[in-house]
């Protein structure tokens, strides 16, 4: 072999082994929590044991077959037209949800808070401004969830306000975490985002959350996106004919464990009819 075809061969193994490297390296990487409850051990909710790095680096995600329950949540509103059509899906569909809303949005909607309460609806707090939580220190952090918390409390009397917490955008840090257990919150993310913030067709929105499925499931959603309400009873319809029940998410921290959710198995659902 000629020294140059030596040195493209070497190149070319240097190349594979290190993307192999990185590969294993970024399979190796803690998943982001579903949940981090208010008396978590903040560590261990967002660390994992070394073993458990390596196996998951190797053979890939550890998947645990839990309850199929799934949580649907919105984020963000309330709004005057698109959270009342929400509603109206839902009630139609005998669905709960979680919403998780911001304060000075409730504020200016306060009839609508109370028409999501009435229904039966779960309410946590999404935060007063809807800030990135990553760029706060601590007292920023523990103001905005306080401000949001008392907003929504003046509206209606729901103990999911003073427990349940989503970060805006799902940013935070360390301490943004901290913060939100020392405030008494449960910080809760998601199983499946299918990105419904952007623009994205109700049919596109509907095949990701089939083909993405977990037991169990918190779905993020967001309020006021068309998209959204439009596809929603199919998606309903293809859980339940999965054998799914509805939960809120106060319902399903009872039922399922964080490690049930942080590894929540992917289970699609049924093609639509």
Known sequence: ?????????????????????????????????????????????????????????????????????????????????????????????????????????????????????????????????????????????????????????RIVDQPSIHRLFRPPHGRYRRATLRAAQAAGFDTILWTDDPGDWRNVPAAELAAHVARFATSPEILLLHNGRDATIAMLPETIDRFRRAGYTFVTVGELLGQATPDQLDRAARTPLPAGR
């Open 1 to 153: 072999m000629s020294r140059a075809w030596a040195l493209v061969l070497a190149v070319l193994v240097a190349a594979v082994s290190g993307y192999g490297g990185y590969r294993l390296y970024r399979r190796s990487l803690p998943p982001p929590p579903a949940v981090v409850l208010h008396d978590a051990d903040l560590e261990r909710a967002l660390g994992m044991p070394a073993g458990e790095r390596w196996q998951r680096a190797l053979f890939g995600r550890r998947e645990v077959v839990g309850p199929k329950l799934v949580a649907l949540t919105f984020d963000d509103g309330p709004y005057p037209v698109e959270t009342a059509e929400l509603l109206a899906v839902l009630q139609a569909q005998h669905v709960r949800a979680t919403f998780f809303l911001i304060g000075r949005d409730a504020e200016q909607y306060p009839g609508l808070v109370r028409a999501i309460a009435a229904a039966g609806n779960e309410i946590g707090d999404h935060t007063q401004t809807h800030p990135n939580l990553a760029e706060l220190d601590d007292a920023g952090v523990t103001a905005e969830l306080r401000a949001g918390e008392a907003t929504l409390a």
